[in-house]
């Protein structure tokens, strides 16, 4: 089904979720954690056909799967010129609700793909439980830091953050995983970045800063072909 966003200009996109239904949650008895809502953000520039393996992966555990195609590709018309990412994650958003999928969610971006996965979280506050990137982009890293902070600090920090093992989550399972992992900040951060005047001490400085915060989330890399190892982690969720 197609669905408007009339909050700037109308965007039509196309939007198919599928897996376990969560039709069954109330207000009363929400949908559990366990059963989070899997939103796929592909890559830019392609259909979401692309991320049909990872959408295959996640339905043979039983989840509830949401992808879609952005404006111009597949079932999506291609709309009014220029769309921002603003615009394309408020119209995405809008048409979840329309189809009764109001979460909770966990988000998972692949190279572009996670810097629509940072505005659909910083967008959806309270709704997503967790984000993925395969492969982030250098600017959805970035995004999610301090935006007041030099250009230097910010990509020392953003290292520090991908580079650290000390982030503490047991559901990662880091020892079968072997993967990076990243804090990432679901909206505006409520505490204050670590300055930082020497680079070599931005991994120690990140990482304290970020486990003492309570108001961030967890975020892991992955590579393309530890797919089957995502799926199992999100079922953990």
Not at 4 to 17: A, F, L, Y
Not at 203 to 231: C, G, H, I, M, N
Request: aromatic share 8%; with cysteine; glycine share 6%.
């Amino acid at each position: 089904m197609l669905f408007p966003d009339n909050i700037e200009r109308t965007v039509n996109i196309s939007i198919t979720c599928s897996g376990e239904s969560s039709s069954w949650a109330s207000a009363t008895y929400p949908r559990p954690l366990s059963k989070s809502v899997v939103l796929i953000e592909h890559v830019a520039g392609y259909p979401s056909l692309v991320s049909k393996s990872l959408q295959n992966a996640l339905l043979e555990l039983n989840h509830r799967v949401c992808v879609y195609d952005r404006p111009g590709y597949a079932r999506s018309p291609q709309g009014y010129a220029p769309i921002t990412p603003v615009t394309l994650e408020r119209a995405l958003s809008s048409a979840l609700h329309s189809i009764g999928e109001k979460g909770p969610f966990y988000v998972v971006g692949h190279r572009s793909g996670a810097e629509y996965a940072r505005l659909f979280a910083a967008l959806n506050q309270g709704k997503v439980v967790g984000m993925a990137f395969v492969y982030p982009t250098e600017a959805a890293l970035l995004s999610l830091l301090g935006p007041n902070q030099s250009l230097h600090t910010r990509i020392a920090e953003a290292q520090a953050m991908a580079d650290s093992k000390l982030l503490p989550e047991p559901n990662l399972r880091p020892s079968h995983l072997g993967v990076q992992r990243a804090l990432a900040a679901l909206g505006t951060w409520m505490t204050s970045p670590p300055v930082i005047s020497d680079a070599n001490r931005a991994s120690q400085k990140a990482t304290e800063w970020a486990l003492s915060s309570p108001y961030l989330a967890q975020a892991q890399y992955f590579e393309v072909q530890q797919q089957p190892q995502l799926a199992q982690i999100i079922q953990e969720m």
